[in-house]
T-cell receptor
Framework: KQEVTQIPAALSVPEGENLVLNCSFT??????LQWFRQDPGKGLTSLLL?????REQTSGRLNASLDKSSGRSTLYIAASQPGDSATYLC??????????FGKGTKLTVNP | GAGVSQSPRYKVAKRGQDVALRCDPI?????LFWYQQALGQGPEFLTY????????KSGLPSDRFFAERPEGSVSTLKIQRTQQEDSAVYLC????????????????FGPGTRLLVL
């Protein structure tokens, strides 16, 4: 059974700092990995999707990497802003259509 | 275009009541998913439809949970005889899932229905 772990559970940083969020998964047989953002009381917004054949994806200040063999992904956020404050969720898709999520990292960026 | 919508956004039910949660996916999206998110946890898969066919219901926690998508568009998640442990946010997601590219399609999530069972 696939299990996804995210470290740290919470992170507080000053504005402007670069930061890394970590995600690990137990079964390396995945089709893709997605990073989502969730704001309080809201649904999930997809940030980046990395195919199993890819090593990284970039969108603006966000960069996600994938090391499938070691079961790890990182989400790098450059020059963090208060608007980046949210919970970041990592999810993997295996042989079925469903996504398996981690518990998330709650990020607070202080002005 | 419009995203995934869900209704109601909030539902308070007395223990033992039946509830019905609605999901309107993005127009043209073939795949539809339901997830349950408990407080402080990540979403957990409940069930998956491709058009009107329910292809995976392995995540439904008990036979009190039932989902349908009769015309391949709108879906309803029904919970019978609600219990306090059913309190959670229920998220619906849809994806385009074009044949041969299913693995590459992003799931788009609705805002969720927050269910509180008293």
């Amino acid at each position: 059974k696939q299990e996804v772990t995210q470290i740290p559970a919470a992170l507080s940083v000053p504005e402007g700092e670069n930061l890394v969020l970590n995600c690990s998964f137990t079964d390396s047989a995945i089709y893709n990995l997605q990073w989502f953002r969730q704001d309080p009381g809201k649904g999930l917004t997809s940030l980046l999707l990395i195919q199993s054949s890819q090593r990284e994806q970039t969108s603006g200040r966000l960069n996600a990497s994938l090391d499938k063999s070691s079961g790890r992904s990182t989400l790098y956020i450059a020059a963090s802003q208060p608007g980046d404050s949210a919970t970041y969720l990592c999810a993997v898709r295996g042989g079925s259509e469903k996504l398996v999520f981690g518990k998330g990292t709650k990020l607070t960026v202080n002005p | 275009g419009a995203g995934v919508s869900q209704s109601p956004r909030y539902k308070v039910a007395k223990r033992g009541q039946d509830v019905a949660l609605r999901c309107d996916p993005i127009s043209g999206h073939v795949s539809l998913f339901w997830y349950q998110q408990a407080l402080g946890q990540g979403p957990e898969f409940l069930t998956y439809f491709q058009n009107e066919a329910q292809l995976d219901k392995s995540g439904l926690p008990s036979d009190r949970f039932f989902a349908e998508r009769p015309e391949g568009s709108v879906s309803t998640l029904k919970i019978q005889r609600t219990q306090q442990e059913d309190s959670a946010v229920y998220l619906c997601a849809s994806s385009l899932d074009r044949q041969g590219r299913g693995a590459q399609e992003t799931q788009y999530f609705g805002p969720g229905t927050r269910l509180l069972v008293l």
